[in-house]
């Protein structure tokens, strides 16, 4: 691929060193401030990480360049800048295999592509397993995937024991552990990074990215949406695209629209950064809890979603608890550290557990939303997948099983097997 | 950590209550299909107030119905089912 | 740091040993580490996060950004304790972290000459490549990271909960939180005081004022004494961390300190739902910027003076004070009170006024219009500043710097509780507005600091008059070259900040998270306010408009064990136990988790493998009779005039003609269509049910039934009762079961799917005469009190026929062999009852949860849906649980298989799949292949069922 | 004095009475004393009934537990039904001032509010288990607990300082089967 070159100035370890030479003076916006024009081929509500992803994508796969991304505060604000980065595809459903393994190997790439080092880093993710039950799942997972050219391996629990010395190994612990599967293309990135990375590229290539610019309706000619009003005044566009995941449902609703979507808070939380204690990102395949440590050295986690509808942006501390419970029953010393600071999330509960990526009843409003508690991994996938739809009219392929129609047609997806009620997933 | 108001046994905490859905989605057992199902995945998720269906799992097993903010978390309303 | 030893502080307090660094030191009792360390004259304490600068001491309280350390030994070692946060205990030993070799000769302290090649954000711009380039220069990266040294070990601490409700809780054991307590408890009211420190008294620790005739903290003791003995629970040395929804608040107790050992219970996690909640929680200074504002021996001036006047240390010999407003003088006044020498007052005000001021200027040189440019170093302590002293540079010599550049009223949990903040510009300061919960601020944190106007009804004799608002320091314009920090723990300068405004990180969110501004072990707390006046005199608006970030629990970091609690070790998450466990146990069980609960597995022999074993167990009951517990299994009447109804309702088979004695096997699905759970449906009499399920599902199950009486039934004349654990059930299976049963009931046996009541071992049970294993087989229930000898006489029943116990492995095996499906495996929430090869089972005119669902198109046509089939391992070879289904190996799979067992009857290996078309596959050779496991298993498949396909054997 | 005594609760039986059936209309019917939400109450005497002995308890809005010996076996169907439960219950019995503490200890509602007194009946969850508790004495309190989470319950309960005592039957202990 050509280098991009950048307005403002590739970054590089050179451009690094100029700046140390120069007192980095010389270092212009990320992205510019833009003003609403328009009109544009597309308005992309919302300027998280989806919505920066696919008006980069827009730009650079389609070459279709008049995108709007409209954000109601700062871009990354939402669940881009509160989730635990982790990045995998090793899901057991092909649909999602395929969606999110597409995206996994654009996160390969990711901060060449974008010139902007999201730290993206595949020291792999690790489920454990804690019976021989639960090891025969993984393994089926892992059968799964390999069958679609994905990677797992199976690890005994000496090797497991091995790549994460600080789990409690013991024979007789509440949950033992037999074992697990890693995926180690997976891992960690920097969450913030992906939105900024997306943004600058983006803007790069001419798209205005218009913070502080709320949605407040759509502009309608009969049942085709035209463009939308904000705080910022009308902006009209060929095809408007909401990707505010968490906050689908009340959007669409300014269109008049129900989805099978049910807005959820999930709460992660970080420890106090100590020296490198954990190297791997650390799932289990029964219990509801996961955690890494960042680059910084916290240990960042979470468990269950708060398990009923929210917008609130905060939880409950019943559910830090059982999180922290089950993360320090696997690995005791986490014990010792402290919590300095947790936080939450509103989620896009879909009603079979999967994202929803298709046209809207209304001609030319689309949706990417519904992302549960998994949105992150799918970033740059579900931005390229939706420029794609929002480039040609018609869903890619990989998107196709996630249409909305599917809800109505009995083809859900359901990776979970846990059925329609969001709070039982 | 809210406290919600069981019409039954009084204020408690809300680890003893279970959230089932909102009140517009109920399926009844004579429901048309197409209305159904239209009721169980089209959910207004309104930011805001909604009614919604509780149950007091870990305590005396009322159902209620909730009148709640969903950004508050501010009840205004509660009734026995 | 030249200051040593004590002067004159008055306090009775005894001598005890701590060792920093390898150095045995002496502190007196109710020291904190800071202040010892201050005492013994440590200036050099810690080693910065990024930059790894030398730092001191800043701060006396919580807020400490810079002074953190590892405090304990071994298992007992906890790292980044801020220094003025732990209270020195004979015996503690600390150690300073994120330097190497050493504290003084610390190899990481390059970062600091590279520093102009790593500002904020510089990871952003290069370390390009491949993610495993990235991956060489993150090892790095993580290894230069982190503040202490992680724990390796178990924690041997021990955590508890507790709840708490009252009336008024307060939070802060100041003047304000103290009267409000003592009044609320004289009211009558329940009333809970908290106070993160040992003691009581907060900001009356660092004045010399009398209240009521009796010193500050005299009255303080006096006061919280008066709360208690109206009943109100005093809590000290615990911090209210988290305020929740609905006035619940968590506070966490440390009833030891860091790194102490010993004590049962070293913190409680408290939860406090509270009527009312006051927040008495002070202010926290806030520092000056000028470079190299974080040199050991700068100081907060109220830290300076709480370490003079409540632990008698003078911080310095020689003194400057840089202030912005009253409040610092009074730390000139403290210090030259135990001997310090005052070299001068700089206050950047052009003309303060006040009777402190005057009282200051007749003693002390003050300097208006004067405030620092740079501390002046010498090795790693402070030795001077240099001021702009009403225009033009002067130096002042000196071995302490005390600074002020204002303070915040600590409004954290106020914003937690959703609070409103309203900004007072002239004391550059955020204030309580609003609250949304049933809260209020009272004290300093509601910007009142006169004592006279928080106690009215007292006599206040303060010798300085009264306190005043402080106000905040200059603005940081670049005036001297160099780094001038606003967030000493994570490195940020003032220069960082405008480099991520002139990048475009403009909202203050976005500040926050490019230069992690506020993001260390701190949170932000001193430099917060600092940092947003920086950015919004950079951006050229008024401060409320360059935002503020959102405050979030914990409000200072709480121990992750003391979340957790009780949760811990076996408590981790309940274990259920069956009402038989003692008698398996006795009896040889292994355990296997099934859920929450426990249940046998299988009994091996000595020397026996587990596979081995339980195929030996199923062969028994093939062979003769077996017994298996199935105790766990869900259990429910549904009785009264309109139980049909309910039954109706939830199982998707037809009920209404299943005769009284009778039962039949049945479904239940969801409201997609898709099954729920299966189970067994008898009829007890004419209006009285007994519904059987999955162990697994019964809490779903339970609150199934419940949803559909109660709401979609509109509460009929029915009662479900959930009696999964008042019955025990044990399943008799085999050839000899029949003859056995009747034998021990001394009574006929029902006939396969009747039901009956009889006598085992004197006990009334339950007899249900259903098959799972294929053989003819009966559900034995009984009350579980009960069950002990029904068990007992049951076992040497089978036993005396050539059979056995048998557990969970076996009788899976044996439903293999039939092709019963199981919930989680076959049933795994994405199969219709048609795809399980069930559909024939329904009603079909309707009318139970699921059938609407059951009508989409994608559910009603069978094309393409994956399909319950049996698979028969062709040439040898194990068929692997969860094994693909393939035309051969490479292929994206068509199915998987459930659950594998080996023949019972027979040899070889089988198993059940979901297999996409798989009815129309019968017949076809496939693979099972599991790469996971390097198995590559040629498969025939067939229908799901490889044994007795008449059904004779299970038949009366 | 914090002593735990652990029975099976053996006769306890759960009384359902239909929605739309009229409590003191049952009450009468049945010769027993119906308790309200959150109360217990001995069982009051009507001549033309047996002699019930023993406690009522409201556990749920249409739902009583009969706690003893001596109750209608069966109820008229107009009225409602009766289930023997008591195979599924434990009756952990605390003597000692403590059981407030312990309670507060366990869960999450106001154990410590004098209201909260004898013959007060609470269906909550306490270390994550779904029990009821009935407050008997001052000193005195009932925790009815699953059978099959007994020894969870037990086992922190111990840990919080409160030691068990054999039932006067030892047998009572073997059938709540406890190891």
């Known amino acids: 691929m050509a280098k991009t070159s950048f307005a403002a100035g590739r970054y590089s370890a050179l451009a690094l060193l100029r700046g140390a030479l120069g007192g980095h003076r010389h270092w212009g916006r990320a992205w510019r401030a833009a003003e609403p024009g328009g009109p544009y081929d597309v308005i992309i509500i919302g300027g998280g990480g989806h919505g920066l992803a696919t008006a980069y994508y827009l730009a650079q796969v389609h070459g279709v360049r008049r995108v709007a991304v409209l954000e109601k505060g700062y871009i990354g604000g939402g669940n881009t800048g509160r989730n635990t980065t982790i990045v995998r595809s090793n899901y057991r459903q092909p649909q999602l295999q395929r969606m999110l393994d597409h995206s996994l190997r654009l996160w390969h790439g990711l901060s060449d592509e974008l010139n902007y080092n999201v730290m993206f880093s595949p020291r792999g993710a690790l489920f454990l397993g804690h019976s021989d039950a639960d090891m025969v799942k993984l393994a089926e997972r892992g059968d799964a995937l390999i069958a679609m050219n994905i990677d797992a391996e199976l690890m005994t629990p000496d090797a497991v024991a091995k790549l994460v010395p600080l789990l409690d190994m013991r024979r007789d612990a509440r949950w033992p552990i037999e074992g697990g599967l890693i995926q180690r293309r997976g891992g960690t990135a920097r969450h913030d990074a992906v939105a900024w990375g997306f943004a600058r590229a983006a803007d790069n290539l001419g798209v205005d990215i218009i913070e502080n610019c709320e949605v407040t309706g759509f502009l309608r000619d009969g049942d085709r949406v035209t463009g939308v009003t904000t705080t910022r005044g009308d902006i009209s566009g060929g095809r408007t695209a909401i990707c505010v995941a968490g906050n689908s449902g009340h959007v669409a609703g300014l269109a008049g629209l129900k989805l099978p979507i049910e807005s959820h808070t999930l709460q992660a939380w970080v420890t106090e950064p100590v020296k490198p204690m954990i190297d791997t990102v650390v799932m289990s395949q029964s219990l509801h809890c996961y955690f890494s440590q960042s680059d910084k050295g916290g240990i960042v986690g979470g468990g269950d979603p708060d398990m009923f509808p929210s917008y609130a942006q905060r939880g409950a501390p019943i559910r830090l608890e059982e999180s922290i419970a089950q993360c320090i029953a696997l690995a005791p010393a986490l014990s010792r550290l402290r919590m300095v600071r947790s936080w939450a999330g509103v989620t896009d509960m879909s009603f079979d557990g999967a994202p929803i990526i298709g046209e809207m009843p209304l001609a030319g409003l689309y949706l990417n939303g519904g992302w549960c508690y998994g949105g992150f991994k799918a970033t740059p996938g579900s931005g390229w997948l939706y420029a794609h739809l929002l480039a040609t009219g018609e869903n890619h392929p990989i998107a196709a099983p996630f249409g909305l129609d599917r809800f109505a047609s009995g083809r859900t997806v359901d990776e979970a097997g846990a059925g329609p009620m969001p709070q039982h997933r | 950590m809210l406290l919600i108001p069981c019409p039954h046994c009084g204020p408690r905490n809300q680890e003893e209550f279970a959230y089932e859905r909102s009140v517009d989605s109920l399926v009844r057992l004579d429901d048309a299909p197409g209305v159904a199902m239209a009721a169980l995945y089209a959910r207004a998720n309104l930011r805001g107030e909604d009614h919604e269906i509780w149950v007091h799992v870990q305590g005396c097993g009322q159902w209620l119905r909730l009148t709640r903010d969903r950004v508050t978390h501010a009840f205004r309303d509660v009734e026995a089912l | 740091m030249a200051a040593t030893g004590r002067s004159g502080s008055g306090i009775a307090a005894q001598t005890i040993g701590f060792v920093f660094d390898g150095r045995r030191m002496q502190a007196q009792t109710g020291d904190t580490l800071a202040a010892a360390l201050v005492a013994n004259g440590v200036g050099l304490v810690a080693r910065s996060f990024k930059y790894h600068r030398p730092r001191g001491i800043l701060a006396t309280g919580v807020e400490e950004p810079s002074a953190l350390v590892t405090v304990g030994e071994g298992a007992h070692a906890e790292p980044n304790v801020r220094a003025s946060d732990v209270f020195v205990y004979d015996g503690l030993v600390a150690r300073s972290q994120n330097a190497w070799p050493s504290l003084r000769w610390d190899v990481g302290a390059i970062n600091s000459l590279a520093a102009p090649l790593i500002p904020a954000g510089f990871y952003y711009k290069t370390f390009f490549g491949s993610p495993a380039r990235w991956m060489l220069y993150e090892s790095v990266i993580r290894r230069a990271a982190g503040l202490g040294l992680p724990p390796t070990v178990a924690d041997p601490d021990a955590y508890a909960h507790r709840s708490a409700f009252c009336d008024v809780l307060v939070v802060g054991a100041g003047p304000a939180g103290l009267q409000a307590a003592a009044e609320a408890a004289e009211a009558g009211r329940r009333v809970i005081l908290i106070e993160q420190d040992a003691v009581p008294g907060g900001s009356l620790a660092r004045e010399t004022v009398t209240i009521d005739g009796q010193p500050g903290m005299a009255w303080a003791q006096a006061t919280a004494a008066r709360v208690r003995a109206a009943g109100g629970r005093v809590l000290t040395r615990t911090t209210a961390t988290g305020y929740w929804d609905d006035n619940f608040v968590t506070a966490v107790e440390r009833r030891t300190e860091p790194g102490q050992p010993g004590a049962d219970i070293a913190q409680v996690l408290w939860k406090l739902r509270c009527g009312e909640v006051i927040l008495a929680t002070g202010t926290i200074e806030r520092p000056l910027v000028f470079v190299d504002n974080d040199l050991p021996g700068v100081m907060l001036a109220g830290a300076v003076r709480t370490l003079a006047l409540r632990h008698g240390v003078a911080a310095g010999q020689r003194v400057v004070i840089a202030t912005s407003h009253d409040d610092a003088y009074r730390t000139a006044f403290a210090l030259a009170g135990i001997g310090a020498q005052i070299v001068a007052i700089l206050d950047s005000r052009t003309a303060p006024q006040g009777a402190i001021i005057d009282a200051a200027r007749n003693r002390f040189a003050v300097h208006t219009d004067a405030r620092p440019l740079r501390a002046l170093r010498k090795g790693m302590q402070v030795s001077g500043v240099e001021a702009l002293v009403a225009g033009t540079r002067q130096r002042f010599a000196c071995d302490c710097l005390a600074m002020s550049g204002g303070a915040s009223p600590v409004l954290h949990l106020h914003r937690q509780a959703g609070g409103a903040l309203d900004y007072h510009a002239d004391r550059g300061a955020f204030l309580p507005g609003a609250g949304r919960q049933a809260n209020r601020t009272a004290g300093a944190a509601a910007g009142v600091h006169d004592l006279s106007a928080i106690l009215p009804q007292a006599v206040i004799a303060d010798p300085l008059g009264a306190a005043t608002a402080p106000q905040p320091g200059p603005v940081w314009r670049g005036e001297a070259p160099g780094k001038a920090f606003v967030d000493f723990q994570n490195d940020v300068t003032t220069s960082d900040l405008s480099l991520a405004q002139r990048e475009g990180y403009v909202s203050v969110e976005h500040v926050k998270r490019y230069t992690t501004l506020g993001m260390g072990t701190d949170q932000g707390k001193t430099g917060a306010m600092v940092a947003l006046a920086q950015i919004a005199d950079g951006r050229g608006v008024a401060l409320p408009e360059a935002g503020l970030t959102t405050f979030r629990p914990p409000y200072t970091p709480v121990t992750m064990g003391a979340f957790a609690g009780p949760m811990h070790g076996d408590h981790a998450g309940p274990i259920r136990r069956l009402p038989l466990a003692a008698a398996h146990d006795a009896l040889g069980a292994l355990w296997v988790p099934a859920g929450l609960w426990f249940r046998p597995r299988v009994y091996p022999h000595a020397g026996e493998s587990i596979g081995t074993a339980s195929l030996r167990e199923a062969r028994m009951v093939r062979a003769s009779a077996g017994v298996v517990d199935v105790s766990s299994l869900a259990k429910f009447e549904i009785a009264g005039p309109d139980a049909l109804r309910v039954v109706a309702a939830v199982c998707a088979t037809p009920v209404e003609k299943l005769a009284v004695g009778r039962g039949r096997y049945t479904l239940m699905l969801r409201e997609d269509g898709i099954v729920m759970d299966d189970g067994t449906l008898w009829r007890l009499a004419d209006d009285r049910w007994l519904l059987t399920s999955s162990s697994g599902g019964a809490a779903r199950m339970g609150r199934h039934l419940s949803y559909v009486t109660d709401i979609l039934l509109d509460h009929p004349r029915a009662a479900v009762v959930d009696l999964g654990e008042h019955w025990a059930g044990l399943a008799l299976a085999g050839p000899r079961s029949a003859a056995i049963l009747a034998d021990l009931t001394g009574a006929a046996v029902p006939a396969h799917m009747g039901l009956a009541d009889a006598m085992i071992a004197g006990v009334a049970v339950r007899i249900l005469a259903a098959s799972y294993s294929g053989e003819r087989a009966f559900e034995v229930h009984v009350p579980a009190h009960h069950a002990a000898p029904v068990f007992a006489s049951l076992i040497d029943a089978v036993r005396a026929a050539g059979g056995g116990a048998f557990g969970l492995d076996a009788m899976d095996h044996l439903r293999v062999e039939k092709g019963h499906v199981v919930i989680g495996a076959e049933a795994d929430g994405r199969t219709t009852p048609a795809d399980l090869g069930l559909g024939g089972m329904l009603r079909k005119a309707g009318g139970f949860v699921g059938w609407q669902g059951l009508t989409r198109p994608a559910m009603a046509d069978q094309t393409g849906r994956r399909q319950l089939v049996g698979l028969t391992a062709i040439a040898g070879g194990a068929i692997n649980e969860g094994a693909m289904l393939v035309v051969r190996e490479g292929d994206e799979p068509l199915g998987h298989v459930t659950t594998a067992a080996p023949r019972v009857a027979g040899e070889g290996s089988i198993a059940l799949g979901l297999l996409v078309d798989g009815r129309a596959r019968y017949g076809e050779t496939l693979f099972a292949w599991s790469p996971t496991r390097r198995s590559y298993v040629r498969v025939s498949v067939g229908p799901p069922l490889f044994y007795d396909d008449e059904g004779a054997r299970y038949r009366d | ?179």
């Not at chain 4, 039986?13 to 001995?42: F, M, S």
């Not at chain 4, 059981?99 to 509602?109: C, F, K, N, P």
């Open chain 4, 1 to 179: 004095m914090t002593e735990m005594v652990v029975t099976p609760a053996a006769g306890l039986v759960a009384l359902d009475l239909w929605h739309d059936t009229d409590h003191a209309t049952a009450a009468a019917e049945l010769g027993i004393a119906l308790p309200g939400p959150g109360q217990a109450l001995a069982p009051t005497l009507a001549p033309t009934q047996g002699m019930a002995q023993g406690m009522v308890l409201r556990v749920a809005p249409r739902r009583w537990w009969l706690d003893g010996a001596g109750f209608p076996a069966t109820v008229p169907a107009t009225t409602g039904v009766v289930t023997a439960v008591g195979g599924a219950w434990n009756r952990v019995r605390l003597s000692g001032a403590g059981w407030r503490d312990l309670l507060m200890q366990s869960g999450l509602i106001d154990a410590e509010n004098p209201a909260f007194g004898p013959g007060s009946v609470a269906v909550t969850p306490l270390c994550h288990v779904r029990c009821a508790v009935h407050v008997r004495a001052t000193a005195q309190c009932d925790v009815f607990v699953p059978r099959s989470y007994t020894e969870h319950c037990l086992s922190l309960w111990r840990g919080l300082g409160w030691h068990e005592v054999a039932p006067e039957s030892g047998e009572l202990r073997e059938a709540a089967h406890l190891s």
